[in-house]
């Protein structure tokens, strides 16, 4: 069964490094998704991509976040300088389409991201 | 601002009892109701309901939505040790733009 993939399970880096965390979407998916979810919090909505253009995104999603999809199958989520408050876990989900339809979002097991 | 309500936010029971959990929305352009299982990492997929009435089911488990008074159940019966987990509701909403809003989640807990 396809499923969505994330490197690297777990990345500890310090306050004010660059972090790249990287996803593999179900290859056939058009929409593509960050969320977030700080330790015992809600899973937050960080951004939405489609059509290599960002197509909505939360407040969370300031000017330190970007995402990108440098080849046919990878989607990346940089956060440029992190802070201590982005340790979460961070979740990529893919869908086969998002507008004008409903399509379920298949989630991946996550990259847990500890800023020290 | 978005809402996702879900309640109770734990539940310890016996395998083998029947349990019911709530999600109530208050949401902007709602689109579907989702229901996703997380056990150690990743929220896996349950379910889908865009329309009321319709109950939806996959063995053991069922859900259903009802849009006049915004709320979903899933339904869980002749529980399992392995169906402890947290059951999030999630509410896809957004015009052109569609993204998922979470509860905070049940943890359910079945002790054998």
């Known amino acids: 069964e396809p499923e969505v993939t994330q490197t690297p399970s777990h990345q500890v880096t310090q306050m004010g490094q660059e972090v790249i965390l990287r996803c593999v979407p179900i290859?056939?998916?058009?929409?593509f998704y960050w969320y977030r979810q700080i330790l015992g919090q809600k899973v937050e909505f960080l951004v939405s991509?489609?059509?290599?253009?960002?197509?909505?995104k939360s407040e969370i999603f300031d000017d330190q976040f970007s995402v990108e999809r440098p080849d046919g199958s990878n989607f990346t989520l940089k956060i440029r300088s992190t802070k201590l408050e982005d340790s979460a876990m961070y979740f990529c989900?893919?869908?086969?389409?998002?507008?004008?339809?409903?399509?379920?979002?298949?989630f991946g097991p996550g990259t847990r991201l500890t800023v020290t | 601002e978005d809402k996702v309500v879900q309640s109770p936010l734990s539940l310890v029971v016996h395998e083998g009892d029947t349990v019911t959990l709530n999600c109530s929305y208050e949401?902007?352009?709602?689109?579907?109701l989702l229901w996703y299982k997380q056990e150690k990492k990743a929220p896996t997929f349950l379910f889908m309901l865009?329309?009321?009435?319709i109950e939806k089911k996959s063995g053991r488990l069922s859900s259903i939505l009802d849009k006049k008074e915004l709320f979903s159940i899933l339904n869980i019966t002749a529980t399992q040790t392995g169906d402890s987990a947290i059951y999030l509701c999630?509410?896809?909403?957004?015009?052109?733009?569609?993204?998922?809003?979470f509860g905070k989640g049940t943890l359910l807990t079945v002790n054998p």
């Open positions: 991509f489609y059509n290599n253009e960002i197509s909505e």
């Open positions: 949401v902007t352009n709602f689109r579907s």
């Open positions: 989900a893919s869908s086969e389409a998002g507008q004008g339809d409903s399509y379920e979002q298949y």
């Open positions: 290859s056939n998916h058009l929409y």
């Open positions: 999630a509410v896809g909403s957004g015009g052109s733009n569609y993204k998922l809003t």
């Open positions: 865009t329309s009321s009435g």
